[in-house]
């Protein structure tokens, strides 16, 4: 496995359902983040880990909850969604946490529809 | 508000043209400035990034930053049909110690065969 991966592709799951988006990245670097991408809005960032410590909580619902057990791994745990919670979750890492040099390199995202 | 403004689009360039991109950001002490390209269903990727005033070039892209304009542009020379794609604007927002980028909305490029 190369660059950074996610799972699933894809999740359909219901307003009661709890469930965890999956992120892992090969490329050695100290920071991740989650961020949702809805049609004709820009990406919002969610959270950031910076060696595993999270360094940004973007005001987001409790109904997210976030997990970094190391620096390659990245999970979004999920319970009790709305159905305007339908978007792409897309996953990315960087080098550091604070340098300015600071490239993101996004997973292929999961596509999720609550219903 | 700390924000990156983009046209929206579409923007219909002819193949073999140059495709001009263009951004505007809010805080004048951004620093580090970053062009995806995201094509249709599937999430961004890294084309180019520039952290000082002036062009950077890397094959058939050229990224221009004025930081006392508050403004980054993107040029596709010599453009391809599989540049058609959305393209999206990213500023580095101070204070670093968080590491957090504003996106732009996009911009859809559409090359015309």
């Known amino acids: 496995e190369t660059g950074v991966t996610q799972t699933p592709r894809h999740l359909v799951m219901g307003m009661t359902n709890k469930k965890s988006l999956k992120c892992e990245q090969h490329l050695g670097h100290n920071a991740m983040y989650w961020y949702k991408q809805s049609a004709k809005k820009p990406l919002e960032l969610m959270f950031v880990?910076?060696?595993?410590?999270?360094?940004e909580n973007n005001s987001v619902p409790s109904r997210f909850s976030p997990e970094c057990p190391n620096s390659s791994h990245l999970f979004l745990h999920l319970h009790t969604l709305q159905p305007e919670d339908s978007a792409l979750y897309l996953c990315?890492?960087?080098?550091?946490?604070?340098?300015?040099?600071?490239?993101?390199?996004f997973g292929p995202g999961t596509r999720l529809t609550v219903l | 508000q700390k924000e990156v403004e983009q046209n929206s689009g579409p923007l219909s360039v002819p193949e073999g043209a140059i495709a001009s991109l263009n951004c505007t950001y809010s805080?004048?002490?951004?620093?580090?400035f970053f062009w995806y390209r995201q094509y249709s269903g599937k999430s961004p990727e890294l084309i180019m990034s520039?952290?000082?005033?002036g062009d950077k070039e890397d094959g058939r892209f050229t990224a221009q930053l004025n930081k006392a304009s508050q403004y980054v542009s993107l040029l596709i020379r010599d453009s391809q049909p599989s540049d058609s794609a959305t393209y999206l604007c990213?500023?580095?927002?101070?204070?670093?110690?968080?590491?957090?980028?504003?996106f732009g909305k996009g911009t859809r490029l559409h090359i015309l065969p």
């Open positions: 880990y910076s060696l595993e410590e999270r360094v």
């Open positions: 805080d004048r002490g951004s620093q580090s």
């Open positions: 990213a500023v580095k927002v101070p204070p670093n110690r968080d590491d957090k980028i504003i």
């Open positions: 520039i952290y000082s005033n």
């Open positions: 990315a890492s960087s080098q550091d946490g604070s340098g300015i040099y600071n490239e993101q390199f």
